[in-house]
């Protein structure tokens, strides 16, 4: 052998190209684990917006409550005598972000109700036939 190296492709190999891609059963098995994990995250992902617009929903009922107490400063002390000065004072009711009207009902996500004022105090009535917390009653 003159002192050359001689290399020699191994006989797979020989004579073809290099492969290149994924072959279907790699496609198959990775459509398959997403789907698995796709199928265990969906309903939590659900269930924690539920959670975060309940959150906003207090939140926005802690505001309203702030504006009573504002209100009452600016008239002598009285108490308001309805939701509808209450939602006057506060203005833009966008800015509660719970798609409040001006007739105290709203909607967010899969939660919708009535906001109360009874008793100098206002909470919010979840809808019986609301998707989330249907019926129940969120105080501050």
Excluded: C
């Excluded at 190209?17 to 796709?38: N, Y």
């Excluded at 969906?42 to 924690?48: D, F, R, S």
């Excluded at 100098?120 to 979840?126: N, P």
């Amino acid at each position: 052998m003159n002192g050359r190296i001689v290399k020699f492709k191994s006989e797979k190999t020989f004579g073809k190209k290099a492969k290149k891609g994924f072959t279907l059963i790699e496609v198959i098995l990775v459509v398959a684990i997403i789907t698995i994990i796709s199928a265990i995250a969906i309903p939590q992902v659900g269930k924690y917006l539920n959670k975060a617009n309940r959150s906003k929903v207090i939140g926005a009922i802690s505001e309203l409550n702030n504006t009573t107490t504002s209100w009452s400063i600016d008239h002598s002390g009285d108490a308001p005598k309805n939701l509808q000065d209450i939602l006057t004072e506060q203005g833009n009711l966008n800015k509660l972000g719970i798609g409040l009207d001006s007739s105290g009902k709203f909607k967010i996500g899969n939660i919708q109700g009535q906001i109360i004022y009874q008793n100098g105090e206002i909470y919010a009535k979840i809808a019986a036939n609301s998707k989330a917390f249907p019926g129940e009653e969120i105080k501050r």
